[in-house]
């Protein structure tokens, strides 16, 4: 149904149209979606199914928030209240969701143009003052990073003590894979398996480089265990890094 849709609105508006227009054909695609035994936890839809896109992920059909973006939003829901938050490369499921919570102020920002933001920040130099933010969320970030250690010093930097930041990137066994002479997409995209990412990180890894950065790392596995009642992958890891409070000599 999903694809035969797509193919449609492809075929009938011109790209430009569809991506000015993109929520609003996605309410027009929900309709043939509508149900009761599941729901988004983001735009609260009720749908007798999820969309499954070819590599497995369940999209919802009228905010277009994947899994991982709802079993993020399951975490955090509860610790933003009054909270200044800082949401590098933002879906616009999750961004309008923020907007219209109880934090205290919200803060989005794309470096590169890909998502509507309200800055436009480097990760890796961030233009904002020191233990500013309560709260940073970096999803899927850090593999497009090509000074990694830099952009989390800087989100070390940017947070105030006891801060926050939710991360998350695709993940494997092993160690961190990366390697600075491989520069052509075809050949990220064989390696690192997407064009624009210059490495795939393991959970250790990942780990071992926040912490050296000062950070405090925790993991978090979410998912579900009986009923899939939001879409959830079966396993997500989230890294929760905060920045220890520390006591003025």
Known sequence: MYNFLKQIINNVFPKQFIAK?????????AVF????EYSCNICEFKMRKFITSKNGLMICPKCGSLSRTRQLWEVINTEIKNKVVLHFSPTLALKHKLEQSDAS??????????FEADKTLNIEAIDEPDASF???????????????????????????????CY?????????IYEDTTIIKPEDRLQ???????????SIKGLKSRLES????????????????????????????ATKPFKLKA
């Open 105 to 114: 102020n919200y803060v989005s920002t794309d470096y590169q143009g890909e």
């Open 33 to 36: 979606y509508k149900g009761s």
């Open 213 to 240: 950065v000062g950070f405090t790392v925790k993991l978090k596995n979410t998912g579900y265990e009986t009923g899939n009642t939001f879409g959830f992958s079966e396993e997500e890891t989230i890294i929760i």
């Open 21 to 29: 227009h993109k929520t609003k054909l996605r309410k027009v695609v």
């Open 134 to 164: 309560d709260i940073a969320i970096c999803y899927h970030v850090l593999e497009h990073v090509n000074n990694d250690i830099k952009a989390m010093s800087e989100l070390y930097r940017i947070l105030k003590p006891n801060g926050i």
């Open 191 to 201: 390696h690192f398996g997407q064009e624009d990412h210059v490495r795939v990180y």
């Open 167 to 175: 991360i998350q990137t695709p993940f494997k066994d092993g160690d």
